[in-house]
């Protein structure tokens, strides 16, 4: 029965690190699109950080799997399916930087650990973090 529950968790945290590259780059296009009005290929690289090559592999493995719009020479876009996952990637990510916020982490630590923790918190556990910054911010705002 142990080994059952362990097995579990490493099989999740599996799958959370599988999802990751899709939720940053999916996010990563709606933050562009919203910001600029489009998103490129090399504004992808220097986002992340990678050669565009990296980001190009990644790109088209993610439209492959229906996430992104792509065709040459045009900006990168979302489908409805990428879309959809960008903004709760985001929302999630939001909640995440708030609830340790309120814990008082200061705030570039908090963007930092909020980057990581996102992939990997149930949806259990983000409701409870969601409960916790509306209690404590409604604490804060009458006092």
């Not at 992104?68 to 990428?82: A, E, H, K, N, R």
Request: charged share 30%; hydrophobic share 30%.
């Amino acid at each position: 029965m142990k080994n059952t529950i362990k097995s579990r968790q490493h099989q999740r945290t599996r799958s959370d690190h599988a999802m990751e590259t899709a939720e940053d780059y999916t996010e990563a296009v709606f933050d562009l699109i919203e910001s600029q009005s489009e998103c490129r290929l090399r504004d992808l690289a220097k986002h992340f950080g990678v050669t565009h090559v990296t980001a190009n592999k990644i790109v088209a493995r993610l439209a492959k799997e229906g996430l992104l719009d792509t065709q040459p020479y045009q900006p990168i876009g979302l489908t409805p399916t990428g879309r959809k996952l960008a903004i709760q990637c985001k929302k999630r990510h939001e909640t995440v930087y708030r609830f340790l916020r309120c814990l008082g982490i200061d705030e570039s630590t908090s963007r930092i650990d909020s980057e990581g923790i996102e992939h990997h918190v149930s949806p259990k556990t983000l409701k409870a973090f969601e409960a916790f910054v509306a209690t404590t911010s409604a604490t804060k705002s009458r006092e």
